[in-house]
């Protein structure tokens, strides 16, 4: 939000520079982005003087050229110029620009007065049209000031022009801080600030006693609230024979330095007050209102309705509009329609000042995508309590601009009034929240500057808040916009220590295992990354695997790509692998914790469960794409595969004690061409899945290398690894034998299946099955493979013996052969 310092004076007597005042806000809460000051003439007049033509000749060498000597202050040693002006003569007082001045043309373009000959005459300045300054718009001939301004030769032409530059300052407004919405909300909260730590100053804004209706019996608009839940408060005016037109300069000059465009005199009445005083309004053109009549209600579902951005919206029998006898006019509190403002030709205007339901208002913006001045104000809590004075202000300001005069009573529709929050505490409250005693006195001051009511009762508290003040309802609401305005800074710190002993529980040594793997994958490589919860709906449309049917959707979704809770973390890894890849890195190896969610189909919310259809839980994922290792010298490039990342995870799973089989899976192609299904050795716990991810999602993420995913369910693997306790063993005393077998097997036959058969032959003593080479093809019967594995058979006690190495191997042949068809090569 864009304040004007300039502005923001003219509510707040106080004599603090711009950078001051920056810091001031930041130390209360409404942050400070930065400090740009404005000029309101380009150069501010730097180097241009008032002087005096003493002398002007014809150029001798030139028919339209004159030679003038010029006094700058000093008539003993008066400067002479060669002008062109055709209106030059001598005694005449004038704008000087002295040598070294930049000067800026109309077009923005600038160039620097220097030292020069012109046709063989020396000229030391340059005497000035109005366009060429920057006060004006005349080229006809130089500016010849009055005769008063004599007085001012030799002083700056800024003080003749007066001109006063502004500060625009740049202030962060937090969600629960709208009452400083506005250049009187941040004066008012400023003012607490002086009167606590320099002299007791108030915010002041205009009066309104001066208005008066014109025509008590004239003709007005009249109102109906047919929806007073939606709509808190709804006041506005009629105002006959307004004459559209330019603003004012005092108001253009406003609108300009805060970085809006002027419209006219009516439209820009309203958003002054909207950045004066925080009070959103709207101006019909009220002869274009159907009946004479105004009605707030909601809309008819499915109804059609064209906003002023020229877009035709589909309505919600939700959304609150602002309509007339016949059609909707309005989106309450949040846009107009294409045709309910004012243009050149209107004379009667409808001004409305209402305070609209901020829920009511957000779900609107929401759900069609707006966001206005309006409605960032209303979604956040409007004071219903202000909006009578900004209609008054709004309608005396359109009389002195435009013109016109107010017809029939104004309507003031407000069924159930808000009141004060009232909060009850004790002062003892204040020194057990903040560590430190603040004097009494101190935080009454404070309390009364915030336009809180206060009475004390022997320490005892009761505070009347003021309604603008829609986030302090607490007693620790109290004690926060107490601190604030006394300074953080103010608070010592506190020369004692407190701790206890605490004992590790299951939450933190789930933490500290996660922080152990965190370590191991960034020494193998891994970079870690922390993508958005949030993502699309269209991730999970037509998709077998995550079916878009168990999404956790957003009731108020900021945007369509944001609409949805993610069901699994590989589609925010793919948008950060497309982004890097896109960035010339290429080469990845990425991991995340996080957590993914999904709604339970079948299931309703009930008073006991209220979260009953959604699950939530932990997930570990790695991505893997590019080359695993770069080329040089002495090896070549190797691209990453499947089985890089294979060994990875099965890295985390040996770190975490777990025995994990990874058994091949049917794969849909929604998510991999190719994957495996990570278990416990007896398949009794799913760990996670392992895979090719799939074309077609590739070319959703537009990625066209091949990546490798694995998602482990987190949850799982946390569980078994605190259930493994890691004792000592002492090394084996003896060696392991080493048997390789060259197997023939049909096509079909995986490595995992082998493994498993191979292990239940002897698992005390046979300690690895491992795959060694694979051969297809020539030489081998149609459907047919060779796997040549290697069998580690050990006792870690004694020394096998030659008859107790062949019975296990034959007990493996013979498995083999009985439940795969494996032949012997």
């Not at 320099?198 to 309104?208: I, L, N, W």
């Not at 999904?598 to 008073?607: H, I, R």
């Not at 299904?677 to 899945?689: D, H, N, R, V, Y």
């Amino acid at each position: 939000m864009n304040i004007s310092y300039k502005w923001l004076r003219e509510y707040l007597d106080t004599d603090l520079g711009a950078e001051a005042l920056a810091e001031a806000l930041t130390s209360i809460g409404l942050e400070t982005g930065s400090v740009e000051r404005v000029e309101s003439i380009r150069g501010g007049l730097a180097g241009i003087v008032i002087g005096k033509v003493l002398t002007c000749e014809i150029h001798p060498d030139s028919d339209h050229l004159h030679i003038t000597t010029v006094d700058l202050g000093d008539p003993q040693n008066p400067v002479q110029i060669v002008c062109g002006a055709p209106n030059v003569a001598a005694g005449q007082t004038v704008v000087v620009a002295t040598v070294g001045t930049t000067l800026y043309s109309p077009d923005g373009e600038s160039f620097k007065i220097k030292r020069s000959k012109i046709r063989g005459v020396e000229s030391l300045g340059m005497i000035c049209a109005e366009d060429e300054i920057g006060v004006g718009n005349s080229h006809d001939g130089i500016i010849v000031l009055p005769a008063e301004a004599d007085a001012l030769i030799g002083h700056p032409a800024s003080e003749y022009y007066k001109i006063d530059d502004d500060f625009i300052i740049e202030v962060d407004l937090t969600p629960n801080r709208i009452d400083a919405a506005s250049h009187y909300g941040v004066a008012r909260d400023l003012a607490a600030y002086l009167s606590c730590h320099a002299d007791a100053v108030k915010a002041h804004r205009p009066s309104v006693d001066g208005f008066a209706v014109d025509e008590p019996q004239g003709r007005a608009v009249s109102v109906e609230v047919a929806d007073t839940a939606g709509c808190v408060r709804y006041c506005g005016l009629t105002i006959e024979g307004v004459t559209v037109g330019d603003s004012p300069e005092w108001l253009r000059d406003k609108l300009n330095a805060i970085g809006m465009h002027p419209v006219n005199n009516v439209v820009d009445i309203t958003n002054f007050i909207l950045h004066a005083f925080g009070q959103p309004l709207h101006a019909f053109d009220a002869d274009t209102l159907a009946a004479d009549k105004v009605v707030v209600r909601r809309a008819t579902e499915g109804a059609k309705f064209t906003t002023l951005d020229g877009v035709e919206r589909t309505l919600d029998a939700a959304d609150l509009m602002i309509c007339d006898a016949e059609q909707a006019r309005c989106m309450a509190g949040v846009f107009g329609g294409l045709d309910s403002g004012v243009t050149d030709a209107t004379t009667r205007v409808f001004l409305e000042s209402a305070c609209f339901n901020a829920t009511s208002v957000r779900r609107t913006a929401r759900r069609h995508g707006i966001s206005t001045d309006s409605s960032f104000r209303f979604e956040r809590g409007v004071d219903p309590n202000g909006c009578m004075y900004a209609l008054k202000l709004a309608a005396m300001l359109i009389k002195e601009t435009a013109g016109g005069k107010i017809c029939g009573q104004p309507v003031d529709i407000y069924p159930v009034a808000v009141n004060p929050a009232h909060v009850e505490m004790e002062f003892s409250d204040f020194a057990r929240l903040i560590g430190r005693e603040i004097p009494a006195d101190t935080v009454r001051t404070i309390l009364e500057s915030l336009e809180c009511h206060v009475t004390d009762n022997d320490g005892h508290l009761g505070i009347d808040v003021p309604t603008y003040r829609v986030d302090v309802t607490r007693p620790c609401d109290i004690i926060e916009d107490v601190l604030r305005i006394y300074g953080y800074n103010n608070i010592a710190m506190s020369d004692e220590l407190h701790a206890c002993l605490s004992f590790k529980t299951a939450v933190d040594a789930a933490d500290d295992f996660r922080r152990l793997l965190a370590e191991q994958l960034c020494g193998a490589g891994y970079s870690e990354i922390l993508n958005n919860s949030l993502t699309a709906r269209a991730y999970y449309t037509d998709n077998a695997t995550y079916p878009a049917e168990g999404c956790v959707e957003l009731l108020n979704p900021l945007s369509q790509e944001l609409n949805v809770m993610r069901r699994t973390l590989l589609y925010g890894g793919l948008e950060t692998l497309a982004h890097n890849i896109n960035r010339r890195a290429a080469d990845l190896a990425l991991y995340e914790f996080g957590n993914v969610y999904s709604a339970k189909a079948g299931t309703e919310p009930t008073a006991e469960q209220p979260l009953a259809p959604y699950t939530e839980g932990a997930r570990l994922a790695l991505w893997l794409t590019g080359n695993a290792r770069t080329g040089n010298w002495l090896r070549p490039t190797e691209e990453a595969t499947f089985y890089d990342l294979k060994a990875t995870v099965e890295a985390i799973l040996r770190r975490a004690g777990i025995a994990a089989v990874f058994n091949q899976t049917e794969a849909d192609g929604d998510i991999f061409d190719a994957a495996m299904e990570i278990t416990t050795t007896k398949g009794a716990t799913p760990l996670g899945t392992i895979g090719i991810v799939s074309r077609k999602t590739l070319r959703m993420a537009d990625i066209k290398a091949a990546v490798f995913f694995a998602e482990l369910d987190w949850d799982a693997v946390a569980r078994l690894a605190q259930r493994h306790r890691t004792v000592f063993s002492p090394l084996p005393r003896t060696q392991a034998v080493r048997r390789d077998l060259s197997l023939l097997l049909d096509a079909g036959t995986d490595m995992a299946q082998i493994q498993t058969a191979v292990r239940r032959c002897d698992s005390k003593l046979i300690h690895s099955v491992s795959l060694f080479d694979v051969y297809e093809g020539k030489n081998l019967p149609a459907g047919k493979k060779s796997y040549a594995i290697s069998i580690e058979i050990q006792d870690d006690e004694k020394t096998l013996q030659d008859k107790h190495i062949d019975k296990i191997m034959s007990k493996v042949t013979e498995t083999l052969r009985r439940t795969f068809g494996a032949e012997l090569r």
